[in-house]
């Protein structure tokens, strides 16, 4: 028997509850889902298209004129298209010539490339060039690093630098100088320390500065420049420009004293003008003083020899003492200068003011011959030279004989007479001389028979052979 439910929903033609075909039904449920399928698929929303990818960039501007750096901020933008965006995150500013040269450190925003990013249709590749215009400027610059924080990593660097200067300019370097760009600080002045040159109208001027640098790879830069012994910075202050030399990189000015034995050759007028105490100032810096001064008189009496003992203001560097240019070692030469005089000349002794040698006297006997009878007469017991007061030489006895002529007679005779105004004349004096290792020495030269001795006696200027040396 057929169940009774089933006949109620179907009648005896198929139609479902004895109005709609069953067939025609079940058409009419599949058009209702592909409609609901196909409304759903309309009404879903867009998929989201990728995040875009960001990386940080380097980006070396070169020189830009004043009106420009001025504008140039962190948090300027620039998007080149619709899908790529520039933001400035980080500036660092450097002196180069009259202009200043901009680093920058920006992040790009652009649609993913394998493991980096398209940016205004491109990788960001190491040198490629990338402008950035926004409503106040528009400048350019190469790609110099890809990746990282995005900002530079800056520190502060201490370096010596070394430039030579008019004393004008010189007198203006100062302590706590500070060196600014667009109203940034890249560079102060720490400390100063000037020096003398063999030009009157030059000094060499040493300064330990602070520099604001950034790091590229492993490389300290200062705006386009490698951080290292050799390169060329430049500052410019206010009232002058500096452009050094690096001398030294880490450590500052490391000033000492070294005595030093200078020897040199002057014009009498210099040479009375040396006394202990002067002192060597070079754009307000105290370079050197006198400690001790030694005159000696030469062949010719407008200039005397002077053996001069210094304490030097010098600089350390790399174990060496430096005044001014000059390494401080012997047979190097420097320069000092006072208000009353220039003094170069050679480095005789290093961490000492007085020669080898202790002072002592000595008997020594001397002989001229072949004088003119009047200067002969001019030499006389008693006579002294002197030098810093002190009596280097004295004599104490005088012995004059016509000099010796031989005639031949009309027969071929050879005859011995006597010289009619030629005197020969041995002369005893007591010299102030140095007993070294090296012997015995008078005004610096060997003191031994047969060398040659220049005393000056005030009104006249002797120069005779050594006899004999006695105690």
Sequence with gaps: MADSRSSSLLDEDGNLFGLVNIVDALAVLLVIAVVVA???????????????????????????????????????????????????????????GNQTRVILRATLRGPPSDDS????????????????????????GQIRAVGGDNSLAQED???????????????????GDEIRLAGRTV?????????????????????????NTYRQQSDRRFGGTQVRRGQTVTLPAEDYTFNGRIEQIDSGLQLTTTDVLLEATVDAETADRIAAGDVTTVAGYEAAEVKT????????????????????ATLEDNGQQR??????????????????????GAIRRVGALEPRGALANRTVTLRMTDVRADMADAIRPGMTET?????????????????????????????????????????????????????????????????????????????????????
Excluded: C, W
């Design 38 to 96: 196909g409304a759903a698929l309309v009404l879903q929303p867009e998929p989201e298209p990728p995040a875009p990818n960001t990386t940080n960039v380097t980006l070396d501007l070169g020189t830009q004129p004043g009106y420009i750096v001025t504008e140039i901020a962190e948090g300027d933008t620039y998007s080149p298209n619709g899908d790529s965006e520039l933001t400035v995150t980080d500036v660092q500013l450097t002196p180069q």
């Design 117 to 140: 990013l398209t940016y205004s249709n491109a990788p960001p590749r190491l040198g490629r060039s990338l402008s950035i215009a926004t409503s106040r400027y528009e400048v350019s």
């Design 157 to 175: 660097t201490t370096v010596v630098l070394r430039d030579t200067m008019t004393a004008a300019e010189a007198r203006d370097v100062t302590a």
């Design 187 to 211: 560079a102060t002045v720490e400390d100063v320390a000037a020096y003398a040159t063999y030009n009157s109208t030059e000094q060499t001027v040493f300064v330990e500065a602070e520099l």
């Design 293 to 312: 001064v030694t005159t000696y008189a030469t062949q010719n009496p407008d200039r005397k020899r002077v053996l001069v003992g210094l304490s030097l």
């Design 323 to 344: 005044f001014g240019n000059a390494v401080v070692q012997r047979g190097n030469n420097i320069t000092i200068s006072t208000e009353s005089y220039e003094l170069s």
């Design 387 to 471: 030098s810093g007061g002190d009596t280097i030489a004295r004599i104490t006895r005088v012995s004059t004989e016509p000099s010796v002529i031989i005639t031949t007679g009309d027969n071929g005779s050879v005859n011995v007479a006597d010289h009619p105004y030629l005197r020969d004349i041995t002369i005893t004096t007591e010299l102030r001389v140095r007993e070294t290792m090296d012997g015995v020495q008078f005004k610096r030269e060997p003191l031994q028979q047969g060398s040659a001795v220049v005393i000056n006696l005030g009104t006249i200027t002797i120069e005779a052979t050594v006899v004999s040396v006695g105690l």
